[in-house]
């Protein structure tokens, strides 16, 4: 097919539940490709010679090439293809912000609208998942030295995925009950099915990877603890799972949630299939969610889901500086979401018997750009004006996990407790001990975390070796 040809076919849109309907459950929005929507819209793809869209995936999945597997029909090749770089394709194609990152430098961007690369990652994955044709590949021989993971988040799932291909025995400790990190206790079932999670985890089992739940790295045992029992190297993926507040007054009141904690309750502890889990929740008619991130439309989402008649998204900039990915924002004013924008909270108020009942805020407007590159948010002198809610969720960022640094005081930290690495690689302060995800960056997105366990990966493998060459 000639390049203009490919240009004329329009892309493809995701099939989704009615708005209407998915307020009143959990399930997943999206409904995924038809194996002849993904053909067509594979077809779109030009097969450039240099492809900008590999360069712009943190992975850097081969992506012409299972694309034109999956026009060609060839679709578990096309997965097969996918996993020579990514074990987590199901969860990428959900999560990831393509469009910012492989589909934001896509040519056929330049002339209309990108590939929905994204779309087509998932759709290569599930239909590897759901026809039963999931296969591994060829383990190579044994090393002989064994890697601690802390954390089963994307970056460490993905360190761990790497090594045990190489050769390495992999165990990854997780502090909770079960394996995956954020993508289990902060990603809502409608965005990110649990099942699709699990599948994944399985597969990194089947290549060998020893995942031991509820172990409590910093306090189970230490990193000094796993080195002196045999461990070789460390890789620190602990996340950023501290909650931060916005240190105005009324945030200790009944009905004020962090949003790790709102989220952990109704996806973790599935709060919302309550009583069939018991997990209570406060749910409300009137509910703000404070902030402008993936994590706040998550929550306010979630509340809409629980039956709020009114959920507000207050963040203090405006639509065009929001953090959150623009499909969960269309997907979120589909559903009836009241975006409040240029609006900071002053404070919480409560009742007499210190249960929330209000919010009091101020309008801002939008000053010169300040660090991050957007447009510094300045309050308006006089307008504050108070709305009436009964719950509210703080999701205006998190803070990283203390536990390591403060179990181990040899690795280095910012003022912010993130540890610290050299510059463009994993190697930490200590000997040994690599870190990445959230940890380190603070809280981003799963695929640059799972970008900085495969550059991990490589610097482990490289550390090990050099030590091996040492003794010979």
């Known amino acids: ?14 099939p989704a539940q009615d708005s209407g309907v998915r307020i009143t459950n959990f399930q997943e929005v999206n409904y995924g490709y038809t194996p002849k929507m993904a053909m067509l819209e594979a077809q779109r793809c030009l097969l450039c010679k240099k492809p ?41 194609g959900r999560v990831c912000p393509q469009e910012e990152q492989c ?17 087509l990652e998932r759709f290569a994955a599930d239909w590897e998942r759901t026809n039963g044709e999931i296969s591994t590949p ?24 790497e090594l045990v291909k190489m050769g390495y025995a992999v165990t990854i400790f997780e502090a909770l009950h079960t394996p995956g990190g954020v993508l289990v206790y902060g990603i809502p079932e409608f965005r990110l099915p649990k099942d699709i999670v699990n599948s994944e985890i399985d597969y990194l089992r089947k290549l060998g990877v020893e995942i031991v739940t509820n172990f409590v790295v910093g306090k189970t045992m230490t990193i000094d603890d796993l080195i002196k029992s045999g461990y070789d190297a460390v890789f620190v993926g602990s996340g950023a799972g501290l909650p931060v507040f916005m240190n105005v007054s009324g945030e200790n009141l009944n009905g004020v949630y962090s949003a790790n904690e709102y989220l952990t309750r109704t996806n973790l502890m599935k709060a919302y299939v309550f009583p069939e889990y018991d997990t209570p929740i406060a749910k409300a008619k009137n509910v703000a969610v404070i902030g402008g991130g993936n994590t706040a439309m998550d929550a306010v989402r979630t509340a809409k889901r629980f039956g709020a008649e009114h959920a507000y998204l207050i963040y203090r900039r405006s639509w065009e500086e929001m953090p959150a990915r623009l499909e969960e924002r269309h997907h979120a004013r589909e559903e009836g979401i009241e975006f409040t924008f240029l609006t900071a909270p002053v404070r919480i108020i409560g009742d007499e018997n210190g249960w929330v009942q ?21 309050p308006i002198k006089g307008s504050e004006f108070v709305i009436d809610v009964e719950l509210v969720v703080v999701a205006v960022g998190n803070g990283a996990n203390p536990l390591i640094p403060i179990s181990t005081p040899d690795i280095q930290t910012n003022k912010w407790g993130n540890i610290i690495v050299k510059e463009g690689e994993t190697v930490t302060t200590k000997n040994g001990v690599f870190a990445g995800g959230d940890i380190v960056r603070g809280g981003a997105t799963v695929i640059l975390a799972m970008g900085d366990g495969k550059k991990a990966a490589q610097e482990i493998n490289t550390y090990l070796m050099e030590k091996i060459d040492n003794k010979q």
């Not at 992975?59 to 020579?84: H, M, W, Y």
């Not at 064994?146 to 988040?153: F, L, P, Y």
């Open 1 to 14: 097919m000639e390049p203009r040809e490919r240009l004329k076919i329009q892309r493809q849109k995701m």
């Open 52 to 92: 900008l869209c590999v360069a712009g995936c943190p992975v850097n999945i081969d992506i012409p090439s299972f694309i034109s597997l999956i026009a060609e029909g060839k679709f578990t090749e096309a997965a097969k293809k996918i996993k020579e770089s990514n074990s987590l394709p199901a969860i990428c």
């Open 103 to 119: 589909e934001g430098v896509c040519v056929v961007g330049n002339k209309g609208v990108s590939v929905a690369i994204g779309h």
């Open 138 to 161: 060829e383990k190579h021989t044994p090393i002989g030295k064994k890697i601690a993971i802390v954390g089963s988040g994307p970056s460490g799932l993905t360190v761990a995925s």
């Open 358 to 378: 209000g919010i009091e805020c101020i309008k801002m407007e939008l000053g010169d750009p300040d660090a991050s590159g957007r447009r510094k948010p300045v």
